[in-house]
């Protein structure tokens, strides 16, 4: 369930590895976006959505687990520890809640419907703050504040030839299987929109209205520090505000591109009065019933995403010396140790 999670340019940049009771998540560098993301704030980010949609498929399935976020200082990589302590009542919210899951995916298609009412972004900033973090819904004269900082920072990226092939890496025919952004997530053409969504640097299949997204709103989401373990609880407040959305029927479409530049980062910082770290900024309007959005995004098998111990050899007691040893499950592991690089 964890693989369903958001990630910046679906590069799904986690890596799982099961044993016992616990569920160790780390950060894949080989999925990172080293031009885009040098600090590995999205990628981190990323990773605390697919912790949120773990959690709650375990409280789905009637376990109860302890969460210990950076629980070695001396691995950074190793982003988190989920340890299922036992049986606990089944949550009906998170049973619902997986269903969420499968349903989320990014529009990126202008929003043209009415303005998102007081109760949902009442609903959305409280499944943020609940996860530890902040909304701050923008007013109208700080939209155009933010798709000025928006448009400075896709102009400084697309200025940089790096940048420009590490896009085209990831949503291009080359990228790996399974990753990435395909053309029927990119639009047809670019869309009206107040604030600049992502130019992937070519045109997709994706069909688009040429109405304008004038009733669209926006929110910041940031926090009081600007620490790995930050981010991984910003994306889990991203992951809870995005289901708690799809339920009210809102549209989200996370916009990192003001956060990937540090001058414009900035800038969204004011927006919020320096109050905290911005970390993403989501775009927030009513979902068009009328007509059919891009389909879910490709994902990882399984196997590219989990690590399992080894199955242990029985070892033959006295009565059991002519019977051929075979494997046998319920291996632990070491939680110290980091994912082999793939």
């Not at 949550?91 to 529009?107: G, I, N, Q, S």
């Not at 900024?281 to 068009?288: F, P, T």
Request: charged share 20%.
């Amino acid at each position: 369930m964890a693989g369903y999670a958001p990630s910046i340019h679906n590069t799904q940049p986690w890596r799982w590895r099961v044993g016992g009771t616990r569920l160790d998540l780390f950060a894949d560098r080989a999925r990172a976006l080293a031009v885009t993301d040098p600090d590995s704030r999205l990628a981190t980010l990323s990773c605390g959505a697919a912790l949120q949609h773990a959690r709650i498929a375990l409280a789905a399935q009637g376990w109860r687990a302890i969460v210990t976020r950076m629980p070695d200082p001396t691995d950074p990589d190793h982003l988190a520890q989920l340890r299922v302590v036992g049986r606990a009542p089944v949550e009906l919210r998170a049973v619902r809640r997986t269903h969420t899951m499968r349903l989320r995916h990014t529009d990126r298609r202008p929003v043209t419907g009415p303005a998102v009412g007081p109760d949902d972004l009442r609903a959305i900033t409280a499944a943020v703050q609940a996860e530890g973090a902040w909304l701050h819904i923008l007013r109208p004269d700080q939209v155009l504040g933010l798709a000025a900082a928006a448009s400075h920072a896709q102009q400084t990226e697309t200025a940089d030839p790096a940048w420009r092939a590490e896009l085209a890496y990831w949503t291009g025919g080359t990228r790996p299987g399974g990753v990435g952004v395909p053309d029927d997530a990119i639009p047809l053409r670019a869309p009206q929109t107040t604030v600049p969504g992502r130019d992937f640097g070519h045109h997709g299949d994706l069909p688009v209205s040429t109405g304008h997204d004038r009733n669209a709103g926006y929110g910041v989401l940031y926090g009081p520090n600007d620490q790995p373990v930050d981010w991984v609880r910003a994306g889990e407040a991203l992951s809870s505000a995005w289901l708690t959305a799809v339920e009210l029927g809102v549209s989200v479409l996370p916009l990192s591109a003001a956060v990937e530049v540090a001058g414009t980062r900035q800038s969204v910082r004011r927006l919020v009065a320096d109050l905290g770290h911005p970390y993403l900024v989501m775009r927030l309007g009513m979902l068009d019933t009328d007509a059919a959005g891009p389909p879910n995004a490709p994902r990882l098998p399984a196997q590219q995403r989990i690590d399992r111990p080894p199955p242990k050899a029985s070892r033959p007691g006295p009565a059991e010396d002519d019977r051929p040893s075979g494997p046998k499950g319920g291996g632990r592991h070491d939680p110290a140790s980091p994912p082999t690089p793939r």
